[in-house]
């Protein structure tokens, strides 16, 4: 598994140049060897045998126990992008998250694409990221019971793959 998903990584550079393929590659890689698996979701859409596109979530901790994962990465190979492979296998991990009793979950990113499947744009004074935000308008937010997104004090910790400051 670790071999195609790291494949599939160096194949997600085509869309988003070869340095970002990179970086990617390397998170997917020690996301998978340093974190432990009840914190770690992954999941995986394939055509023809051949893993078309990827997701990420794992465990976000808070102070107030609240419990909550962040979904990253999130990639699809470019010649599938834009036919809603990304958006079903988000969904599909959005489902599996609710079903396990996952409140909150949260992402870093592009507003247009994740406010396709239930994400809105939240401020680090409603609900703190682990490090400072270079786009702050890219923190968003999703509780999976329906219920509007609370303000969450204190800190918040993210999975040693994710604890790059670079990263956010």
């Given at each position: 598994?670790?071999?195609?998903?790291?494949?599939?990584?160096?194949?997600?550079?085509?869309?988003?140049?070869?340095?970002?393929?990179?970086?990617?590659?390397?998170?997917?890689?020690?996301?998978?060897?340093?974190?432990?698996?009840k914190d770690?979701?992954?999941f995986?859409?394939?055509?023809?045998e051949?893993?078309?596109?990827?997701?990420?979530?794992?465990?976000?901790?808070?102070?107030?126990?609240?419990?909550?994962?962040?979904?990253?990465?999130?990639?699809?190979?470019?010649?599938?992008?834009?036919?809603?492979?990304?958006?079903?296998?988000?969904?599909?991990?959005?489902?599996?998250?609710?079903?396990d009793?996952?409140?909150?979950?949260?992402?870093y990113?592009?507003?247009?694409?994740?406010?396709?499947?239930?994400?809105?744009?939240?401020?680090?004074?409603?609900?703190?990221?682990?490090f400072?935000?270079?786009?702050?308008e890219?923190?968003?937010?999703?509780?999976?019971?329906?219920?509007?997104?609370?303000?969450?004090?204190?800190?918040?910790?993210?999975?040693?793959?994710?604890?790059?400051?670079?990263?956010?």
């Amino acid at each position: 598994m670790h071999t195609k998903l790291n494949a599939y990584s160096s194949k997600h550079s085509d869309s988003e140049g070869k340095s970002e393929g990179e970086l990617i590659g390397s998170l997917v890689k020690e996301m998978m060897a340093t974190t432990d698996t009840k914190d770690l979701y992954c999941f995986v859409a394939t055509e023809n045998e051949q893993i078309i596109g990827g997701v990420f979530f794992t465990k976000m901790i808070f102070e107030n126990d609240i419990d909550a994962f962040i979904l990253s990465p999130m990639a699809t190979l470019t010649e599938y992008q834009g036919q809603g492979v990304g958006q079903k296998l988000i969904n599909y991990g959005l489902e599996n998250l609710k079903n396990d009793g996952v409140e909150l979950v949260l992402t870093y990113g592009d507003i247009n694409f994740y406010s396709k499947v239930g994400f809105q744009q939240i401020s680090e004074e409603m609900i703190p990221a682990p490090f400072e935000l270079s786009m702050p308008e890219g923190w968003l937010g999703q509780r999976l019971n329906n219920e509007k997104i609370q303000v969450i004090s204190g800190k918040s910790q993210c999975v040693k793959a994710l604890s790059n400051p670079e990263l956010w």
